[in-house]
């Protein structure tokens, strides 16, 4: 009896693998119709969508687990199965331990330190407010070409970064007329962001620059593993022991968000330009603030929300758009044959 339901269970699993396989030939018989650009802009859009809600999650997770714990948590679980994955599916791929480029080791602790930067600002000014001065990176981008490259600024671009300062300086004052901590507490949050979007510059530069010789997750697969390194020592073991199954679900799909937007982000480079990922990913801060006004109307109190005040929202608007104009190149003319 017992040989005869093992053997009915694996007849069942198969068959159900078999769809899955099916499903996957059908998806991918789709993606492989579409051209460069729209996949681009697919898995642009897929990262700004979950970096849309990742803070407020984030914030979230924080009520029960400190920042470094959740960092660590999320770095391993998107190594473990984005390896996972890699090993059934690209096993080739594990070619990248023998031969390491050096600058991938500077763009793992640079996306590291981002991560403390940006959950630190968080912890200490709250998701909407990270979410606007974390597009800064954009801009802290087209400076570096200037700046490094000595590529120069048209007057779009100029014009985009006075509406970028115009916006930060708008939702800032606005945002510490409804805070809730202290003012050293916040403009704390604000440095910390900072630092994570200027580190964060880092880690694209390499990206964009090493994911024309190497697959884009066979990158992300070192990417996330020397964080985990690297963090293991601030781990809380102790806490992760103690908390519920449903923070248990949250850390994991906070390991997912990880995995699959920088995924995506990674794909995204190899099939559209840098500057056009740039525009598609700058949107995610309307939909952090969107979603935490809906929440405040709504008197959910599972985190702290504040309505953001319309010149708040004026100002981030601002940012986002401004961010754009920077972040847009201009156009070459075609040259007649």
């Known amino acids: ?171 800032y004052s606005e945002s510490i007329e409804n805070i809730s901590t202290n003012r050293e507490t916040y403009d704390m949050g604000v440095l910390y962001t900072l630092f994570g979007a200027a580190i964060w510059v880092v880690y694209a530069a390499i990206q964009k620059r090493l994911v024309a010789t190497h697959s884009a997750q066979q990158l992300n697969m070192i990417i996330y593993l020397v964080p985990v390194l690297m963090f293991v020592c601030f781990a809380d073991f102790g806490r992760l022991a103690e908390i519920s199954l449903e923070m248990w679900l949250l850390v994991i799909f906070l390991g997912l968000n990880t995995l699959i937007a920088y995924g995506s982000l990674a794909e995204a480079f190899k099939y559209l330009e840098a500057s056009k990922v740039s525009i598609i990913i700058t949107l995610n801060p309307i939909i952090t603030i969107t979603t935490l006004t809906i929440m405040a109307y709504l008197e959910v109190t599972i985190i702290e929300t504040t309505v953001i005040s319309i010149l708040g929202f004026v100002g981030a608007i601002l940012v986002v758009f401004g961010a754009v104009l920077v972040i847009t190149k201009k156009r070459q003319p075609k040259v007649k044959g």
């Open 1 to 171: 009896m017992f040989f005869f339901s093992i053997d009915k269970y694996t007849q069942t699993l198969s068959k159900r693998l078999h769809k899955l396989n099916f499903i996957s030939e059908w998806t991918h018989n789709i993606f492989s119709k579409l051209d460069n650009t729209t996949k681009g802009i697919l898995f642009a859009a897929t990262t700004a969508l979950f970096w849309g809600f990742l803070g407020i999650f984030l914030k979230i997770a924080l009520k029960e687990i400190d920042s470094m714990t959740i960092i660590w948590m999320r770095f391993v679980v998107a190594f473990s199965f984005l390896s996972l994955w890699l090993a059934i599916k690209r096993p080739s791929e594990f070619i990248i331990y023998k031969k390491m480029p050096p600058l991938l080791l500077v763009a793992a602790l640079s996306l590291g330190f981002n991560y403390i930067g940006y959950m630190k600002g968080i912890e200490h000014a709250g998701p909407a407010t990270a979410q606007i001065l974390i597009q800064s990176a954009q801009v802290m981008l087209v400076l570096v070409g200037i700046f490094i490259f000595k590529e120069r600024l048209n007057k779009k671009q100029l014009i985009g970064v006075a509406i970028v300062t115009v916006g930060f300086l708008l939702f």
